[in-house]
């Protein structure tokens, strides 16, 4: 099992930022890759980005250009910076890791989700 906590949603105007920050109960070199997802009211969990082990990371056409994906192996978190929040970014982000194995589908965790709002 994997435990993965997120913090540092909130309220912010139209144009603001946010930092989104995982922490995952075991090292982030144990999970690849790991990545984020959001679920807006009434409609169905959708990829924001994905971040490998090394690095490469993967974005939505929505949030390319204006999210930043990252991660501090020292200190086992994973980061989405979020600029020029819009409307429309309005929604409940969550942290996901996939633990790599040799056979098989690998196994998939969720964090609890941090809720996002962009409003003035």
């Known amino acids: 099992q994997v435990q993965l906590v997120e913090s540092g949603g909130g309220l912010v105007q139209p144009g603001g930022s946010l930092r989104l920050s995982c922490a995952p109960s075991?090292?982030?070199?144990?999970?690849?890759?790991m990545g984020w997802y959001r679920q807006a009211q009434g409609k169905e969990r959708e990829l924001v980005a994905t971040?490998?082990?090394?690095?490469?990371?993967n974005y939505a056409d929505s949030a390319e250009g204006r999210f930043t994906n990252t991660k501090d192996n020292a200190k086992d978190t994973v980061y989405l910076k979020m600029d020029s929040l819009k409307p429309e970014d309005t929604a409940i982000y969550y942290c996901?890791?996939?633990?790599?194995?040799?056979?098989?589908?690998?196994?998939?965790?969720w964090g609890q989700g941090t809720q996002v709002t962009v409003s003035s």
């Open positions: 971040i490998t082990n090394g690095g490469r990371t």
């Open positions: 075991r090292s982030i070199f144990s999970l690849n890759p």
């Open positions: 996901n890791a996939e633990v790599p194995v040799a056979y098989g589908r690998p196994p998939v965790y």
